[in-house]
Nanobody, 130 residues
Framework: QLQLVQSGGGSVQAGGSLRLSCVVS????????MGWFRQGSGKARVGVAR????????YYSDSVKGRFTIAQDKEANTVHLQMNDLKPDDTDIYYC???????????????????????WGQGTGVTVSS
């Protein structure tokens, strides 16, 4: 049973940076699709970025491409989301998620839904003021 523990987040002004971290209790390289999702009040959870731990391949949504970077630290069993040039529209609760047994094709080139991820972090708030 994987456990995901998040840290980071907080409040910044527009143009600032934050880093979110997600520590994974068990790290089985080669078979984890790790994702970051965002969710606003009363809204559906939406994917922001994903990384396939087997080969380090990444995916970004259009809204964050060029500003956010997802990366893995295998020694620390951690996935980070570096968020630069933050905008007020980035304000939300952010969740990390893990899926076991998902192919790299599905993780990075298709659109895995939140329901495809069996393990979730506790969520962390990001607030960007103008």
């Amino acid at each position: 049973q994987l456990q995901l523990v998040q840290s980071g987040g907080g409040s910044v002004q527009a143009g600032g940076s934050l880093r979110l971290s997600c520590v994974v209790s068990e790290w089985s390289f080669g078979d984890l699709c790790m994702g970051w999702f965002r969710q606003g009040s009363g809204k559906a959870r939406v994917g922001v970025a994903r990384i396939y731990t087997g080969d380090g391949g990444t995916y970004y949504s259009d809204s964050v491409k060029g500003r956010f970077t997802i990366a893995q630290d295998k020694e620390a069993n951690t996935v980070h989301l570096q968020m630069n040039d933050l905008k007020p529209d980035d304000t939300d609760i952010y969740y990390c998620a893990a899926a076991r047994g998902m192919s790299d094709i599905r993780c990075l080139y298709l659109v895995p839904m939140p329901g495809d991820f069996g393990y979730w972090g506790q969520g962390t708030g990001v607030t960007v003021s103008s």
